[in-house]
């Protein structure tokens, strides 16, 4: 709180003495209960609430319910804002909240089916001017309240104010840009503000593709000399996979601690600010890729006793990273590492630790003054993952352990030993016989021990076959009608015959439709296209044999494709054992074309055969802005054969200079391609044209009579491997941001003259 002003002193005397006042009595007699049941009713009874006074939303859905809930409440009696049952009271629409004001407690509400008008879910403010103190939300849900324009940003939850708590509260979901939880410091009286957040549940956020999604950020660079005095502890990151940010730290004197993160892609990172303290965390990454641990930026901040596994992160995303600065570094930049305190963490199977990371013309400044000390590193494989990327003398290592040999230059800080590892009742592996790592007390938060106890956590994604299986047979619209009436992970099963679908079959749930027996199904379609994949839509296709023999003759006709604008749910899509042919009534007739804005967590082709087509396979190239934004993060195709496709295989591209983002990802292998890419429409030239991909792996195919591969690096640190393959041309690899030679690994390919 404020005290600076003689008058506020004078009113918080007299708050003290009324509370005396009352404690004489009985609290239960001055306590008053509302139940509310209009947005009227709520507002003309908020204004009268006095301390101790509970308000309580009658349960059923509000709709567009703007809540502004604003009073004096004391210490001893907050003024309370709650659901007439927890759990039962659903703000739906264009509903929020926002608090402001002194010992206010909300709890007990529901946010879904809807999304915030304003820039905020939940607001600890009314606006620039009246803010929270002491004020707490706690018990409370926002689930997929994201905004129906995924670029269009709001942060689910800010807080504002001084001395306020962020509690036990569940939030899952988000999919549009913003971070979820944003803890501002754009006002004096919200600096120094010594917030809680504690014993959430960050459940599930899906990869947005972009900057802007992270989960939760504590300060921003302008304000980042300025102490927050923010506590993080007891939360559950579970699957926090927006960008590569998990928490951003942009402010000084936090301390986050006792926090589980949870096979979440991405790092917790001290970007701005000084003297954080970081202990007692425990990442699981279980080999899931990308999964980060911490990343070490700035002045004093202590890294002390925290628990990462099994974490694959690389790059700014490692397990653990120690970055370079820029000297004198402008705010927005990086300053330099200084007194850095790293002590009694394990690292086990974390495949990178970076040291001095970022090290370029720019950032030139080397850690400083730092301590690197009884850490335990341990890899099964016996790798070392150490790698540094400039001077490291100003980080003195001392007693720690591993079991690989260290490098030259850390030599004298590691005793290397044969060691046994085990795994401890609270779940965490320690080296047998040995005191050296994190310590044994350590006792990670559970799930359930987060958000509120009666809503369940169920949040995620539905895994295809996880349903019921329904029989199909070829009459009429049976399969468009099946699809409207299945549940989210049905399997429809086709038996032999023809299946001419007259509608474009949209998909809105997870749903697999399969040939009874392999490729006794055959279809076609009269539209268009015949499946168009919608919000909350993924398919796979197994066994099928697609022709476009009946499509219409118009150029640009589809066999899949998502909602042309607009999605904001990422998607899969995976064709397995199928035969697609004939895609060649007139011109420029793709198999699979991604809307704009699009996102597909995954696309997979395995096993089939693609046969004269006019168009190309997938176009993943539907973001040309060069806002880092693109349209899938893993891209599969493997076994396949291709043939006598005018276009190309894969056109994907992630344009602009953003580095938040992991993707996209290319992994295409045993493929046999038989003149692809040479129909006069392919603009590109060529038969796989991948720009700004990040990771690429092409191998063991056989690519004859076709156009050129062609890979253009943008920003990252792409890693492109094209190895092993027969190709009829060379591949061409060009750098367009960096200059020297391409970074790409291109061996043994064999290439054949036509
Ligand atoms: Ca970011």
Redesign the pocket.
Request: aromatic share 0%; net charge negative; hydrophobic share 10%.
């Given at each position: 709180m404020v005290i600076s002003k003689p008058s506020l002193i004078k009113k918080t005397f007299q708050k003290s003495f009324s509370v005396i006042a009352i404690s004489l009595l009985s609290f239960t007699t001055y306590a008053a209960e509302f139940l509310v049941k209009t947005p009227e009713a709520f507002k003309d009874t908020v204004k009268n609430l006095s301390p101790g006074d509970t308000i309580k939303l009658a349960n059923g859905t509000w709709q567009d319910f703007e809540i502004l809930f604003t009073g004096k409440g004391s210490k001893e009696q907050p003024i309370t804002l709650t659901a007439e049952t927890k759990g039962e009271v659903i703000l739906s629409g264009l509903s929020n909240l926002r608090l402001a004001g002194e010992y206010l407690v909300v709890s007990g509400l529901v946010f879904k089916n809807g999304y915030t008008p304003s820039s905020e879910v939940i607001a600890f403010r009314e606006n620039k001017t009246e803010y929270a103190y002491h004020s707490r939300v706690t018990e409370t849900v926002i689930e997929d309240y994201s905004n129906p324009d995924k670029q269009e940003s709001d942060y689910w939850v800010g807080i504002y104010g001084q001395y306020n708590r962020f509690d036990n509260n569940y939030l899952a979901g988000k999919r549009n840009k913003g971070v979820t939880v944003a803890v501002r410091l754009n006002s004096k009286n919200s600096q120094q503000n010594h917030h809680k957040i504690d014993h959430n549940y960050f459940g599930p956020r899906p990869i947005f593709g972009s900057?802007?999604?992270?989960t939760l950020r504590i300060g921003t660079s302008h304000h980042s000399l300025t102490d927050s005095f923010t506590v993080v502890e007891n939360n559950y990151f579970d699957r926090c996979n927006g960008?590569?940010?998990i928490i951003?730290v942009k402010s000084g004197k936090n301390q986050l601690r006792n926090n589980v993160f949870f096979e979440s892609r991405g790092t917790l990172t001290l970007r701005h600010g000084n003297g954080n303290v970081i202990e007692n965390n425990v990442f699981f990454g279980n080999g899931v890729d990308h999964t980060g641990g911490i990343r070490v930026i700035n002045k004093d901040q202590i890294i002390r006793n925290n628990y990462m596994e099994g974490l694959t992160g690389y790059r700014f995303g490692s397990g653990f990273t120690v970055m370079n600065g820029v000297p004198n570094s402008p705010i927005n930049r990086y300053h330099q590492v200084e007194n850095a305190l790293i002590e009694d963490n394990s690292m086990i199977n974390v495949d990178h630790i970076q040291l001095a990371a970022g090290s370029d013309a720019e950032r030139s400044a080397a850690p400083l003054n730092s301590k690197f000390a009884q850490n335990f590193v341990f890899n099964e494989s016996a790798k070392q993952p150490f790698t540094l990327f400039d001077d490291i003398s100003g980080i003195a290592f001392n007693n720690n352990v591993t079991n690989s040999k260290p490098l030259s230059e850390l030599k004298s800080g590691f005793k290397v030993e044969a060691i046994k590892i085990e795994r401890a009742e609270n779940g965490l592996l320690y080296p047998v016989g040995k005191n050296i790592g994190v310590d044994r007390s350590i006792s990670p938060i559970t799930k359930s021990e987060t958000g509120p106890s009666w809503y369940p956590k169920t949040a995620g994604q539905t895994d295809f076959a996880s349903g019921a299986t329904i029989k199909i047979k070829p009459q009429g619209d049976a399969l468009f009608n099946a699809v409207q009436l299945a549940e989210d992970g049905d399997v429809l099963v086709l038996a032999p015959g023809d299946y001419d679908e007259r509608k474009v079959i949209v998909i809105d749930k997870t749903l697999t439709i399969k040939a009874d027996k392999s490729k006794t199904a055959q279809l076609s379609f009269e539209r268009g296209a015949m499946f168009e994949i919608a919000d909350g839509g993924s398919l796979s296709l197994d066994g099928l044999v697609i022709s476009g023999k009946n499509s219409p003759d118009s150029s640009g006709n589809t066999l899949i494709r998502t909602k042309k604008w607009g999605m904001t749910a990422n998607y899969r899509l995976v064709v397995q054992n199928s035969e697609i042919k004939n895609l060649d009534i007139n011109h420029s007739f793709h198999f699979f074309v991604s809307g704009n804005g699009a996102f597909a967590d995954e696309i997979t082709l395995s096993n089939n055969s693609f046969d004269n087509i006019t168009g190309d396979i997938l176009r993943l190239d539907r973001e040309l802005e060069d806002l880092g934004i693109y349209n899938a993060e893993y891209v599969t195709l493997s076994k396949n054969t291709f043939k006598d496709v005018e276009g190309a295989l894969v056109k994907l591209y992630r344009g602009g200079s953003d580095e938040?983002t992991f993707g996209p990802h290319l992994n295409m292998t045993n493929n046999k391609v038989t003149n692809v890419g040479n129909g006069k429409r392919n603009k590109s030239k060529s038969s796989l044209y991948l720009h700004g991909v990040q990771v690429t792996n092409v191998a063991d195919n056989t690519l004859a009579e076709s156009a050129q591969i062609v890979v253009e690096h943008t920003v990252g640190q792409p890693k492109t491997s094209i190895q092993n393959n027969k190709l009829s041309q060379d591949v061409s690899v060009v750098e367009l941001r960096v200059s020297g030679p391409h970074t790409a690994v291109l061996e043994n390919n064999q290439v054949v003259a036509k």
């Open positions: 900057n802007g999604g992270e960008e590569v940010e951003s938040s």
